[in-house]
């Protein structure tokens, strides 16, 4: 609720002193308001007359100075007059000064205000000095032009204040509403430690220099509507008891909330950050909905508490969340972003997703992204989901191409959704020495390239590892590839885990810690006959290779000279009866002359496309092929079958 501020009064609503007024050059002359009894204000009263009203003046008297000139000597004497013997300090009832000028030190230190005080259009030259004041009632300041600094450390304000200036609130009490709607604060406002136990109103107020609101404590709603922080905005430590509204704020500086407690509503849709956005360790008790905002810079949650349901819409440059904790369901819906994870606690399943689309306000129009015009894509990529326990995780369509995954807890839990991209293998051709070297295409983890891009032997186009990423081996990369390849298959996506079982192998197949030799050279085999039984190209290649090499063979020593011939001997009974032949077949003849012909390579091909699929041709063959075919039907049907898996694996759903 807003109280409307009295209306400002003007040059002739007071009979004015007139002192040094010229009609006939249009010199208008003072201002001053006439003392009682007499025509001219207290600053140009007769030395006598001034003595004497100050004289009869008594602690707790009204007074009505407006427009009069106050020198600082005529402002200690009229305070002084109005000291309380009892306590030291001036006590003043109604107090006009509006319009009135104050030259040098304006001394209003320890001053009671009982009544109203009205210092509107009023201008300190010097430095307006209110420290430890008291207001008892309304309290305004409008349009007061401080030349000077404006001290009111530690002053408290029972009544309604109507301040438009800039001012030192450190300390200060506001028991009743504070108003600073529209306000101009040319310098720095500090209310470090203040105290707004009503309604503290900054709508559209513009802080033109440093706005530091350090350990305030707001009792009641705190507005910033539309408030522009053009240099930097500090509420660290600040306790909002009840809602705290920052929408359409503008903070062209850095803006400071670590530490804050927000116990109420914290609205900052349409806030624009044109640096950081900092709320490191920041208590958020309600639920919460920030955004949507956009941040030029850093949005930095880090060791922030969520104690209820949130969303989070930021578009933003990069979100910081290490050591964050979630004690209820979460949405982070980001563009552009660049989102660090490290350490974040989730009690509850909290949702990444990657926005496509610009956030749309309530009035149907799309956010306005013009602070991160320079970024090439929205594209939200993660930094590192060390040490977060996974189970309650869901990403959407993030980029997990640079994403730190060792030491993450239940990563085989976490749910990808949407299309979650990785890094790839470099690609096209490398040499590696002497000898070429190429890599199948497939999806990688960050720090494989970490890895590989420290190995002596690394080719081009390996990444080399961010700044505080630690050394991570082949050992503890197959538990990642391991449980990402598990989170897929739990997905029922099983061609999507093929590329993470192919990194776990080939990480055992490197590791020299965890796997044994006899191990790594089986490993070493499988990779390189079938790529891990993925790879249905390579196997093929060596199914072909294999059966070529057979043939050859079979064709030199495999098949006979001629084919063995058969005699059946018998014997016939006299007088008729059962005949029994006894058959006998030649020893096949090594090949000798011409071996490589036609009749001979089609049979050879006939003996290795039955061997192809474990059947036996029925050839005969010298004893050299006869262990060719034994060998051709254990090895061929193996590599057959590795394809057949590899394409099985590529297709399954």
Same mark, same amino acid.
């Given at each position: 609720?807003?109280?409307?501020?009295?209306?400002?009064?003007?040059?002739?609503?007071?009979?004015?002193?007139?002192?040094?007024?010229?009609?006939?050059?249009?010199?208008?002359?003072?201002?001053?308001?006439?003392?009682?009894?007499?025509?001219?204000?207290?600053?140009?009263?007769?030395?006598?007359?001034?003595?004497?009203?100050?004289?009869?003046?008594?602690?707790?008297?009204?007074?009505?100075?407006?427009?009069?000139?106050?020198?600082?000597?005529?402002?200690?004497?009229?305070?002084?007059?109005?000291?309380?013997?009892?306590?030291?300090?001036?006590?003043?009832?109604?107090?006009?000064?509006?319009?009135?000028?104050?030259?040098?030190?304006?001394?209003?230190?320890?001053?009671?205000?009982?009544?109203?005080?009205?210092?509107?259009?009023?201008?300190?030259?010097?430095?307006?000095?209110?420290?430890?004041?008291?207001?008892?009632?309304?309290?305004?300041?409008?349009?007061?032009?401080?030349?000077?600094?404006?001290?009111?450390?530690?002053?408290?304000?029972?009544?309604?204040?109507?301040?438009?200036?800039?001012?030192?609130?450190?300390?200060?009490?506001?028991?009743?509403?504070?108003?600073?709607?529209?306000?101009?604060?040319?310098?720095?406002?500090?209310?470090?430690?203040?105290?707004? @136990?009503?309604? #503290? *109103? &900054?709508? !559209?107020?513009?802080? $033109?220099? %440093? +706005?530091? =609101?350090?350990?305030?404590? /707001?009792?009641?709603?705190?507005?910033?509507?539309?408030?522009?922080?053009?240099?930097?905005?500090?509420?660290?430590?600040?306790?909002? @008891?009840?809602? #705290? *509204? &920052?929408? !359409?704020?503008?903070? $062209?500086? %850095? +803006?400071? =909330?670590?530490?804050?407690? /927000?116990?109420?509503?914290?609205?900052?849709?349409?806030?624009?950050?044109?640096?950081?956005?900092?709320?490191?360790?920041?208590?958020?008790?309600?639920?919460?909905?920030?955004?949507?905002?956009?941040?030029?810079?850093?949005?930095?949650?880090?060791?922030?508490? /969520?104690?209820?349901?949130?969303?989070?819409?930021?578009?933003?440059?990069?979100?910081?969340?290490?050591?964050?904790?979630?004690?209820?369901?979460?949405?982070?819906?980001?563009?552009?972003?660049?989102?660090?994870?490290?350490?974040?606690?989730?009690?509850?399943?909290?949702?990444?997703?990657?926005?496509?689309?610009?956030?749309?306000?309530?009035?149907?129009?799309?956010?306005?992204?013009?602070?991160?015009?320079?970024?090439?894509?929205?594209?939200?990529?993660?930094?590192?989901?060390?040490?977060?326990?996974?189970?309650?995780?869901?990403?959407?369509?993030?980029?997990?191409?640079?994403?730190?995954?060792?030491?993450?807890?239940?990563?085989?839990?976490?749910?990808?959704?949407?299309?979650?991209?990785?890094?790839?293998?470099?690609?096209?051709?490398?040499?590696?020495?002497?000898?070429?070297?190429?890599?199948?295409?497939?999806?990688?983890?960050?720090?494989?390239?970490?890895?590989?891009?420290?190995?002596?032997?690394?080719?081009?186009?390996?990444?080399?590892?961010?700044?505080?990423?630690?050394?991570?081996?082949?050992?503890?990369?197959?538990?990642?590839?391991?449980?990402?390849?598990?989170?897929?298959?739990?997905?029922?996506?099983?061609?999507?885990?093929?590329?993470?079982?192919?990194?776990?192998?080939?990480?055992?197949?490197?590791?020299?810690?965890?796997?044994?030799?006899?191990?790594?050279?089986?490993?070493?085999?499988?990779?390189?006959?079938?790529?891990?039984?993925?790879?249905?190209?390579?196997?093929?290649?060596?199914?072909?290779?294999?059966?070529?090499?057979?043939?050859?063979?079979?064709?030199?020593?495999?098949?006979?000279?001629?084919?063995?011939?058969?005699?059946?001997?018998?014997?016939?009974?006299?007088?008729?009866?059962?005949?029994?032949?006894?058959?006998?077949?030649?020893?096949?003849?090594?090949?000798?002359?011409?071996?490589?012909?036609?009749?001979?390579?089609?049979?050879?091909?006939?003996?290795?496309?039955?061997?192809?699929?474990?059947?036996?041709?029925?050839?005969?063959?010298?004893?050299?092929?006869?262990?060719?075919?034994?060998?051709?039907?254990?090895?061929?049907?193996?590599?057959?079958?590795?394809?057949?898996?590899?394409?099985?694996?590529?297709?399954?759903?």
């Amino acid at each position: 609720m807003s109280i409307p501020p009295a209306p400002l009064p003007s040059a002739h609503s007071w009979p004015r002193c007139a002192h040094g007024a010229d009609p006939s050059t249009d010199r208008v002359g003072c201002r001053g308001i006439h003392v009682p009894g007499h025509t001219a204000c207290l600053a140009h009263l007769a030395d006598a007359d001034r003595d004497a009203y100050l004289a009869g003046l008594t602690p707790g008297a009204d007074m009505d100075h407006r427009g009069t000139p106050f020198a600082e000597p005529l402002l200690d004497a009229l305070l002084d007059a109005l000291r309380d013997p009892a306590t030291g300090h001036p006590r003043l009832g109604v107090a006009r000064f509006d319009s009135a000028t104050f030259q040098g030190l304006a001394r209003f230190e320890s001053v009671t205000f009982e009544r109203d005080a009205s210092f509107e259009s009023a201008t300190f030259e010097g430095v307006a000095a209110f420290r430890s004041a008291t207001f008892e009632g309304v309290v305004r300041f409008r349009s007061a032009i401080f030349q000077g600094v404006a001290r009111f450390d530690s002053a408290t304000f029972q009544g309604v204040a109507w301040l438009d200036c800039d001012a030192w609130f450190d300390s200060a009490t506001f028991t009743r509403d504070a108003w600073f709607s529209s306000a101009t604060f040319t310098r720095d406002a500090r209310f470090g430690s203040a105290t707004f @136990e009503g309604i #503290a *109103g &900054f709508n !559209s107020a513009t802080f $033109e220099g %440093g +706005a530091w =609101f350090n350990s305030a404590t /707001f009792e009641c709603d705190a507005w910033f509507d539309s408030a522009t922080f053009e240099g930097g905005a500090s509420f660290e430590s600040a306790a909002f @008891e009840r809602d #705290a *509204g &920052f929408r !359409s704020a503008t903070f $062209e500086g %850095g +803006a400071w =909330f670590e530490s804050v407690t /927000f116990e109420g509503i914290a609205g900052f849709v349409l806030a624009t950050f044109a640096r950081d956005a900092r709320f490191e360790q920041a208590v958020f008790a309600r639920p919460v909905s920030l955004g949507p905002l956009v941040c030029a810079g850093r949005v930095m949650l880090s060791g922030a508490v /969520f104690s209820g349901p949130m969303t989070l819409s930021f578009a933003a440059r990069r979100l910081e969340c290490r050591r964050t904790r979630w004690s209820s369901t979460a949405e982070l819906r980001l563009r552009y972003a660049t989102v660090d994870f490290a350490h974040a606690v989730f009690e509850y399943p909290l949702t990444v997703v990657a926005w496509t689309d610009p956030f749309v306000l309530p009035n149907g129009r799309p956010l306005e992204e013009q602070a991160l015009a320079d970024v090439p894509d929205a594209t939200v990529r993660m930094a590192s989901l060390r040490g977060v326990d996974a189970a309650h995780l869901v990403l959407a369509d993030v980029d997990l191409s640079g994403c730190l995954f060792t030491r993450t807890v239940h990563l085989d839990q976490v749910r990808l959704e949407g299309t979650c991209s990785f890094d790839e293998v470099p690609p096209g051709t490398h040499w590696r020495r002497w000898r070429p070297v190429r890599f199948t295409q497939r999806r990688t983890l960050a720090e494989e390239h970490h890895w590989r891009a420290g190995q002596p032997t690394a080719v081009r186009g390996w990444n080399v590892a961010v700044f505080d990423a630690g050394y991570v081996g082949p050992a503890q990369l197959a538990l990642v590839y391991r449980a990402l390849r598990k989170a897929f298959e739990d997905g029922k996506n099983e061609p999507g885990a093929a590329d993470f079982y192919y990194g776990e192998m080939e990480m055992r197949r490197h590791d020299r810690t965890g796997t044994t030799r006899a191990e790594r050279g089986l490993l070493h085999g499988y990779w390189m006959l079938s790529g891990y039984g993925l790879r249905a190209s390579r196997a093929l290649g060596w199914l072909t290779a294999g059966m070529l090499v057979t043939i050859v063979l079979l064709v030199g020593f495999g098949l006979p000279k001629n084919s063995p011939r058969q005699e059946a001997t018998g014997t016939v009974p006299p007088g008729g009866g059962r005949v029994t032949f006894e058959i006998e077949k030649d020893d096949p003849q090594n090949p000798t002359g011409n071996r490589f012909t036609s009749d001979r390579f089609e049979k050879a091909l006939n003996v290795t496309l039955n061997s192809v699929v474990f059947r036996s041709s029925g050839q005969d063959l010298t004893t050299v092929g006869t262990y060719i075919e034994m060998t051709s039907r254990l090895l061929e049907p193996t590599l057959l079958a590795l394809a057949v898996l590899a394409v099985r694996g590529r297709i399954k759903r």
